[in-house]
T-cell receptor, first 110, second 114 residues
Framework: DAKTTQPPSMDCAEGRAANLPCNHSTISGNEYVYWYRQIHSQGPQYIIHGLKNNETNEMASLIITEDRKSSTLILPHATLRDTAVYYC???????????FGTGTRLQVFP | DTGVSQDPRHKITKRGQNVTFRCDPISEHNRLYWYRQTLGQGPEFLTYFQNEAQLEKSRLLSDRFSAERPKGSFSTLEIQRTEQGDSAMYLCASQGVLSYNEQFFGPGTRLTVL
């Protein structure tokens, strides 16, 4: 079973920041938080991952709470091409199998 | 394009027929994964290889399913005696030593069993 909880859907206006929450209250000390997204009819795409510090790359920022029980993925300036299903996954470092939940369907509108 | 290719992209078959899918991972990626995705659900893990060794199989992988990676490069997934419940998107992903935190997914093979 997936160890994360995400809202099923969210909307965001183009150009605004999209903040996607994830709850992972049973995360263990050596488990990472990974985010992937899946654009319609494509395979999932890695976005970012983190352990306990906030992380940023060219795609997004990941904010992990101090108790590590939740996190937020931030797309700073959402575009229409960011419309996708976003999956939050917890896994040990160098994960083998990924356990996907049902994710959050983000709809970016003009 | 992630560099992972899958063939065919679409397959329509009749119940009871055998089908085989192929996945070509990114060159020199030592790990290769197979997932299955049904409509409205996230991908579900089926099996994975490290080089040519199959290290784990999900209980979803019934006896009708078999996967191989004979030379540690491409992989095949065969489904024998297909059933309508096998209709799904079959995704392949590869993972390398240098990119060990990231799995690179192919575009998938969509199987429809009539």
């Amino acid at each position: 079973d997936a160890k994360t909880t995400q809202p099923p859907s969210m909307d965001c206006a183009e150009g605004r920041a999209a903040n996607l929450p994830c709850n992972h209250s049973t995360i263990s000390g050596n488990e990472y938080v990974y985010w992937y997204r899946q654009i319609h009819s494509q395979g999932p795409q890695y976005i970012i991952h983190g352990l306990k510090n906030n992380e940023t790359n060219e795609m997004a920022s990941l904010i992990i709470t101090e108790d590590r029980k939740s996190s937020t993925l931030i797309l700073p300036h959402a575009t229409l091409r960011d419309t996708a299903v976003y999956y939050c996954i917890v896994s040990y470092g160098r994960p083998d199998k990924l356990i996907f939940g049902t994710g959050t369907r983000l709809q970016v509108f003009p | 394009d992630t560099g992972v290719s899958q063939d065919p992209r679409h397959k329509i078959t009749k119940r009871g027929q055998n089908v085989t899918f192929r996945c070509d991972p990114i060159s020199e990626h030592n790990r290769l994964y197979w997932y299955r995705q049904t409509l409205g659900q996230g991908p579900e893990f089926l099996t994975y290889f490290q080089n040519e060794a199959q290290l784990e199989k999900s209980r979803l992988l019934s006896d009708r399913f078999s996967a191989e990676r004979p030379k540690g490069s491409f992989s095949t997934l065969e489904i024998q005696r297909t059933e309508q419940g096998d209709s799904a998107m079959y995704l392949c992903a590869s993972q390398g030593v240098l990119s060990y935190n990231e799995q690179f997914f192919g575009p998938g093979t969509r199987l429809t069993v009539l």
